[in-house]
């Protein structure tokens, strides 16, 4: 727990973020509670506690350096039900041609549907965060509650993001349609003049996707491979990257990624297209106590480096990280290297070679 999580405190959170503000690198935090179909949870009691969870994340992450982040599930501020019904009426939109409504969906909409995070200035409503200097990062869950959570965070841009991008969308790249949505969503935000964040990720939520298709005899949405995968991230990658060059205040990027071959290409491309590494239109991300060597490197290097750090309760934490333990292979491969990037240094410092 004390490894990869920050604690259950804000104190706890306090210094887990100054130990890594004193190695360069930069907090983003993460109130890791989310709910799916079915489970039901404690009411709308639930989603209070959890809003007023939300609301700490902001005050706690705008304390954390400069261009602060943070990162929520919309499933622990509105129920996984409401998000499937949700997105069944914005395919409707989409299907009817009503594209302009991904963006300016009226706010007496979203109330009527109950969807809290835009309900108001007190919930995570991008006007707490914004007020406060901080992004906000909406993850991606199932791909049944996908459509409503991307049709949230698209309205929430097209109010929030008209200066510069408050609110961020999350990208699985280890969905088959990935590519297509994201310039889709992406053409759509320069149509309607608002910046475009993007969170960029494999995606952790493999075994279970790939189940629920079997159960439910329907295609795999997901890519066939590993190797699938890791071109369809690259090749997402290399879009954004060409959208951040040409506008870098319209468009920008963090890559979340533990694959060094995926950070190795995204350092390249900055290069060829003469991305600086600290204009703030480009930053990496990986979890709090994976990939540590990484992180180091690119915070060396100057890099903008994010560590994502999940905190609460234990019931609420652990859930999150085993799954992302069990789906991110290349997390599990990246914590074998360090194992032995240690082991080297342990048998050099005690043989006492330069």
Not at 21 to 47: F, S
Request: hydrophobic share 40%; proline share 5%; charged share 20%.
């Amino acid at each position: 727990y004390g490894q990869f999580v920050a604690g259950q405190t804000p104190p706890e959170v306090g210094v887990t973020v100054q130990r890594l503000r004193a190695l360069g690198l930069r907090p983003l935090l993460a109130v890791p509670i989310e709910e799916d179909v079915g489970q039901d949870k404690e009411g709308e009691g639930w989603y209070e506690g959890n809003r007023g969870a939300v609301l700490g994340c902001v005050g706690l992450s705008a304390q954390g350096g400069p261009q602060p982040m943070m990162q929520l599930k919309v499933t622990a501020l509105m129920s996984a039900r409401l998000c499937v019904s949700t997105g069944r009426r914005g395919g409707e939109l989409r299907e009817r041609g009503c594209t302009r409504g991904l963006t300016v969906f009226p706010p007496q909409w979203l109330v009527e549907v109950g969807v809290r995070v835009y309900r108001g200035s007190d919930c995570v409503s991008p006007q707490r965060a914004v007020e406060a200097g901080v992004r906000v990062l909406v993850d991606a869950e199932y791909t049944y509650v996908n459509p409503a959570l991307t049709l949230v965070t698209l309205a929430l841009m097209g109010r929030w993001n008209r200066a510069q991008p408050w609110v961020w969308n999350t990208y699985q790249c280890y969905l088959q349609d990935c590519l297509v949505r994201l310039g889709a969503d992406a053409a759509l935000a320069e149509r309607r003049g608002f910046c475009f964040g993007v969170k960029l990720v494999r995606g952790a939520y493999l075994e279970q996707e790939r189940r629920l298709a079997r159960e439910r005899g329907y295609p795999d949405p997901l890519h066939p491979t590993w190797e699938a995968t890791n071109h369809s991230y690259q090749h997402c990658l290399d879009l954004l990257l060409e959208l951040v060059a040409r506008d870098g205040q319209q468009c920008q990027l963090i890559v979340a990624s533990h694959n060094e071959t995926s950070v190795s290409h995204a350092i390249r491309r900055m290069e060829e297209l003469g991305i600086a590494k600290d204009g703030g239109a480009v930053c990496f991300g990986q979890l709090l106590g994976m990939c540590d060597h990484v992180s180091l490197a690119l915070g060396q290097a100057g890099y903008a480096i994010y560590k994502s750090i999940p905190y609460g309760a234990v019931e609420d934490v652990l859930p999150y990280l085993v799954r992302r333990a069990q789906e991110n292979q290349s997390v599990l491969q990246g914590i074998r290297k360090e194992r032995d990037l240690l082991r080297r240094e342990l048998w050099r410092r005690l043989l006492h070679r330069p």
